[in-house]
């Protein structure tokens, strides 16, 4: 009786300790992510035995997480596609895509000379932002890029 009492005692005891880290894994949803590897699968649920919808092979690539399951989190990527991708294959570093047409990277936030022309689908970081323009690091070259031309910028 004694020893049943006493693991009652530390089961209650830790009860409280694992409601509030889960509550905080969902208090910051949704969030930025980016791919780490090079072929990272997206399923239609959150484990092994549910079918691929899609294969990416884009490292860095930004995602957009918006649920999290265990080790699997739900994403959305730039095209709108949503599906479950284990969460050991993503990174908080934040990555942008350049979208719509080709876009001016500037010396300066919306002012310099033009230091390069990134194409649609060009990945880079993402630095700090301002009046609507955002630092941008591809492969090393930096400079600042419209913020309306990139996604995985902003509020998620």
């Not at 930004?62 to 989190?73: D, Q």
């Not at 895509?97 to 990277?105: C, D, N, P, S, T």
Request: glycine share 10%; with cysteine.
């Amino acid at each position: 009786m004694r020893r049943t009492l006493l693991l009652l005692a530390v089961l209650l005891s830790t009860m409280p300790l694992a409601v509030p880290a889960r509550a905080m894994d969902d208090d910051g949803l949704p969030y930025w992510a980016s791919l780490t590897a090079d072929v990272v699968n997206m399923r239609v649920g959150p484990a092994r035995d549910y079918r691929i919808v899609w294969v990416y092979k884009r490292k860095l690539l930004p995602l957009k997480v918006v649920r999290l399951h265990e080790g699997w989190r739900l994403v959305e990527d730039p095209d709108g596609a949503r599906g479950w991708v284990l969460s050991r294959f993503l990174s908080r570093k934040q990555t942008a895509i350049v979208q719509g047409a080709i876009a001016e990277m500037r010396e300066k936030p919306g002012a310099g000379r033009v230091m390069w022309r990134a194409e649609p689908g060009v990945v880079g970081r993402v630095g700090a932002c301002e009046n609507g323009w955002c630092k941008f690091d591809v492969t090393g070259r930096a400079a600042w890029i419209r913020a309306s031309a990139i996604w995985g910028e902003g509020e998620p």
